[in-house]
C-alpha cells in the first residue's frame, strides 16, 4: 500500500524568505505521481504542482518548486519568496488509481 | 472555465436524519472523486465514479452512497446521521480515462457538515 507522510505538524517563515515542507511516500509501484495542495482557513483545496516519478527535471511552478529525490523517496516542496497569503495547510499526495493518498499535512505560517 | 462547484456550502442536520450533497466537476471532466476531511482523520477517500459507475470505493460504511448523472454530476448521499459524520466534505474532479495517474484533481470548497 501507499503511503505519505509529512513530519512537520507546523513551520513559520519570515515574509520574503523560502521555506521547504517535507514529503516523504512510500510505494511499490515504479510509476506514480505525486502532488502537493495547498489549503487555506476557508477550506478549498487548491492544487499547486504535481511530479512524475519518470520527469527528468524538478517541477517549478511560479513560486513552488519541487525538490525531487527519487532514491531517497522524498518530494519536498519549496516556496521561495514567502508572502503572507501563503500562511495555509499543506498537503503532499500521491495518486493510487481514482484516488489520492493524502499526507497528514503541514500547517505554514508566514510572519511579516 | 468554471472549477468544481458543490452545493450546500454548509448544512446542519441532527443524528438520524439523512443528507444529499450536489457536486459538478469541471467542463470536461468525467471523473469524480468524494473526500471526508476531519482534524482526527485527516482526509480519506469516500468513492469515484467515471462515466456514471463507482469505480473504487474507501472503506466507509454502507449508509454513505453516491452517484453520478450523465452529465457527470455526481451527489453524495449519507444516511442515518451520526455524531461523527460532522465533517468538511469534499468533491474533486479529473479528467480520467488514460493516464489517469498523472492528472491532478481539482477541488472545490467543499460542504460543512455539522451534526447536532
Known amino acids: 500500500a501507499q503511503k505519505i507522510t509529512q513530519t512537520q505538524p507546523g513551520m513559520f517563515v519570515q515574509e520574503k524568505e523560502a521555506v521547504t515542507l517535507d514529503c516523504t511516500y512510500d510505494t511499490s509501484d515504479p510509476s506514480y505521481g505525486l502532488f502537493w495542495y495547498k489549503q487555506p482557513s476557508s477550506g478549498e483545496m487548491i492544487f499547486l504542482i504535481y511530479q512524475g516519478s519518470y520527469d527528468q527535471q524538478n517541477a517549478t511552478e511560479g513560486r513552488y518548486s519541487l525538490n525531487f529525490q527519487k532514491a531517497r523517496k522524498s518530494a519536498n516542496l519549496v516556496i521561495s519568496a514567502s508572502q503572507l497569503g501563503d500562511s495555509a495547510m499543506y498537503f503532499c499526495?500521491?495518486?493510487?488509481?481514482?484516488?489520492?493518498?493524502f499526507g497528514q499535512g503541514t500547517e505554514l505560517s508566514v510572519k511579516p | 472555465k468554471a472549477g468544481v462547484t458543490q452545493t450546500p456550502r454548509y448544512l446542519i442536520k441532527t443524528r438520524g436524519q439523512q443528507v444529499t450533497l450536489s457536486c459538478s466537476p469541471i467542463?470536461?471532466?468525467?471523473?469524480v472523486s468524494w473526500y471526508q476531511q476531519t482534524p482526527g482523520q485527516g482526509l480519506q477517500f469516500l468513492f469515484e465514479?467515471?462515466?456514471?459507475?463507482?469505480?473504487n470505493k474507501g472503506n466507509f460504511p454502507g449508509r454513505f452512497s453516491g452517484r453520478q448523472f450523465s452529465n457527470s454530476r455526481s451527489e453524495m448521499n449519507v444516511s442515518t446521521l451520526e455524531l461523527g459524520d460532522s465533517a468538511l466534505y469534499l468533491c474533486?474532479?479529473?479528467?480520467?480515462?488514460?493516464?489517469?495517474?498523472?492528472?491532478?484533481?481539482?477541488f472545490g470548497d467543499g460542504t460543512r457538515l455539522s451534526i447536532l
Open positions: 474533486a474532479s479529473s479528467l480520467g480515462g488514460a493516464g489517469a495517474s498523472n492528472q491532478p484533481q481539482h
Open positions: 499526495a500521491m495518486r493510487e488509481g481514482g484516488k489520492l493518498i
Open positions: 465514479y467515471f462515466s456514471e459507475t463507482q469505480r
Open positions: 467542463s470536461g471532466h468525467r471523473s
